[in-house]
């Protein structure tokens, strides 16, 4: 079967974050699909297959870092969405039934993809104890996130202490179930995007996320309530980088980036 790796919210090849993408005729065992995405060893891999005529969804989706199955994934469902197009199994709007419900995904004109995935809620927080330790940074707020993401957004002061985190991650790794996002406003307004951040994700080891769709279900409101605008821009990543425009739409957010195949190979297991 064909397994592909695409470079999800990247309009360049080696930028972005990478995931594998297999599309298969229904889901194996279990044991199998995690040991696929272990072996692909990438932050996420996604599988699909295509689900029966006139139902509430076209295909079914799940994703896989190399030891857990999370309940969403935002740059593997770009990477998959953007497979489906690229081989011509599908030409318009895909609806995934994924565990975190139907979500979305349209073709724009411009060659990207616009997700639609739920909002999170967001609950302000006091600063748990050691988390400024462990950022080693200054914190304005923190707030929780809905349970299908499991994160701390935490604000720091400027996108300077953003970008330059070297955080201790076996800290950070009991501060939350999957992680903490750090954020901050863009230095410049006039750069190309509003807001920065970084996602570290220690208890799923995942070091640092470079690009993560899902944090933009957070801080999409986040920082449109800070800003007055429901539509942004973030720029996230250390090493990796890339760019994700967000929509805010009540208790759904459109989440819109491009995607490039890197590598197109045959899996003989």
């Known amino acids: 079967m064909r397994i592909r790796i695409v470079d999800a919210f990247a309009d360049r090849p080696f930028s972005g974050n990478p995931a594998g993408v297999l599309l298969l005729d229904s889901f194996p065992d279990d044991s199998w699909l995690r040991q696929v995405a272990a072996e692909v060893n990438l932050s996420e891999t996604a599988f699909a297959h295509p689900l029966p005529a006139g139902g509430e969804a076209d295909w079914a989706l799940r994703w896989f870092t190399p030891t ?9 469902t770009l990477a998959t969405a953007h497979v489906l197009r690229t081989t011509g199994a599908a030409s318009g709007p895909v609806r995934f039934a994924t565990r975190s419900g139907v979500l979305g995904a349209a073709p724009e004109a411009d060659g990207g993809i616009t997700m639609d995935f739920p909002t999170s809620s967001l609950t302000p927080l006091p600063v748990p104890d050691g988390l400024l330790e462990a950022l080693g940074a200054e914190i304005v707020a923190v707030h929780g996130t809905a349970a299908h993401i ?9 996108e300077e202490a953003v970008r330059g985190l070297a955080p201790d991650l076996a800290a950070l790794k009991a501060h939350s179930s999957r992680g903490v996002i750090a954020t901050a406003r863009a230095a410049d307004p006039g750069c190309g995007y509003d807001f920065v951040s970084r996602c570290f994700f220690p208890a799923i080891d995942i070091a640092e996320d470079p690009v993560t769709g899902s944090a933009h279900t957070a801080l999409a409101p986040y920082w449109s309530a800070r800003l007055g605008r429901d539509e942004l821009t973030g720029f996230q990543g250390g090493a990796r980088t890339g760019l994700v425009r967000t929509r805010l739409r009540g208790d759904r ?10 590598i197109d190979g045959e899996l003989h297991a």
């Open 68 to 76: 857990t199955e999370v309940d969403m994934c935002g740059h593997a």
């Open 253 to 262: 957010t459109l989440l819109t980036g491009h995607a490039v195949t890197v």
């Open 150 to 158: 499991g994160d701390l957004v935490v604000e720091l002061r400027d």
